[in-house]
């Protein structure tokens, strides 16, 4: 049965979709927005590299990976959990699997097919989609307007507004963060947008950076301050990106507003002891060069030699032991992180003690906010999804609830709904 109450959801990304998936289920006239000309389109780039919809980890270490929010998503996951999120795609028609890493990806479906069958179910649930308009505000009377790309303004007449309008990573994706000043205005507080998961700098040589850029450091250790993280490490032009790098990247942004350069430290040789490395490195090398006596020596080649080189004096070359100091422990200056508009996701935002528990600004009655124009920030591996589905999921639940409407429990879809 149709409810003949009319709500807005801007933004089509997977925090606006999923929230218009549960007020449309539970029969309201949903509107949805996004001033793209399609849907999902961080999605979709989110799909290029294997779409890690969420992670399997128990409970407990997954709300670790919000960090300071970790007791907040505590409370959200415990309503829309990693097994939830899989429930509801299975009813959808998407059968997920779990990865040897843990983490979980679709089956058999890509991003672009998963958006389709969700646009398609919908499309079946009435919802109208308005493709090319911006949101812009509101009226005197709190009705939402927008602006078409030709111009054409738009008023809304909504008895609530759900904004899902996401961070300010990938603006190409339509999520250019332009919508802060408009909830500034209103007296919101936003913390500035800042880049998460992305790539760090460093000022290398032009030899190092023209020889080396695009190759891997396999296997490698990496530290700063507390933390650690292992895997393979691309050398770019700029610096150096790749999964471990990007999982410290939040804690060196922190450190350089306090100090630059933040040495990070890298183990390029995890299987060796330092004690090992330095009996192996003890041996005299006679007229060797140094590079096929480490070669031979501890199996280091390629990148990581010249890492050395680039990195250490000719005295810290030739001294066996701090030599073997540097292999297992070598300082990388990290000038900066790489721009915003290059990160996987952002930090920053809507902070939390704008918005009610049922994430409606406390500040305007009657909008509700989801997905990452909030300020948190996860690491990559499913956690970004998982975070943009539940707080999309909590605050449509949130806005029946406001509505007086009861609320409206996992989203099942129709035509799976008996299976
Ligand atoms: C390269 C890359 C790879 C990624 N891989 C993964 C991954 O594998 N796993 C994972 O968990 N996460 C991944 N992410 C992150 C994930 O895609 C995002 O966290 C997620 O899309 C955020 O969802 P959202 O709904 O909050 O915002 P978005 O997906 O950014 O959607 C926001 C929507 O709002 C619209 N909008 C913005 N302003 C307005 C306005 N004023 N008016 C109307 N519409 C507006 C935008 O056009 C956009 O469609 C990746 C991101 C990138 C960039």
Known sequence: MKNETRVAVVGCGPAGLMAATVLSEAGLSVDLFDTKGSAGCKFLVAG??????????????????????????????????PDDLRAWLRRLGVETFVGTSGRVFPKDATARDILKIWIDALGKHGVVFHYHHRW??????????????????????????LLALGGASWPQTGSDGSWTSLLVTKGVHLEPFRPANCGLEVAWSEHFRSRFSGKPLKNILLRCDDQQATGDVVVTSHGLEGGPVYALSGV???????TKPVPLFLDLKRDLSLERIQEKLEHPRGKESLANFLRKAIHLTGPAYSLLREICSSEELNSPEVLAEHIKNLPIPIINTRPLAEAISSAGGITFPEVDENLMLRKLPGVFVAGEMLDWEAPTGGYLLQGAFTTGYLA???????????????PPHPSTQDN
Not at 396 to 410: E, M
């Open 136 to 161: 812009q505000g509101f009226t005197k009377t709190g009705t939402p307007i927008f602006i078409t790309k030709t111009g054409e303004l738009l008023e809304l007449p909504a008895k609530a507004v």
């Open 396 to 410: 449509a639940q949130g806005l029946l609830k406001w509505l007086k409407l009861s609320i409206h429990p996992l």
């Open 48 to 81: 290029r590299g294997g779409l890690n919809l969420t992670h399997s980890e128990h409970a407990e270490s997954f709300v670790a990976r919000y960090g300071n929010n970790a007791e907040i998503f505590k409370k959200f996951l415990a309503d829309f959990s």
């Open 252 to 258: 060196i942004r922190d450190l350089l507003k306090k």
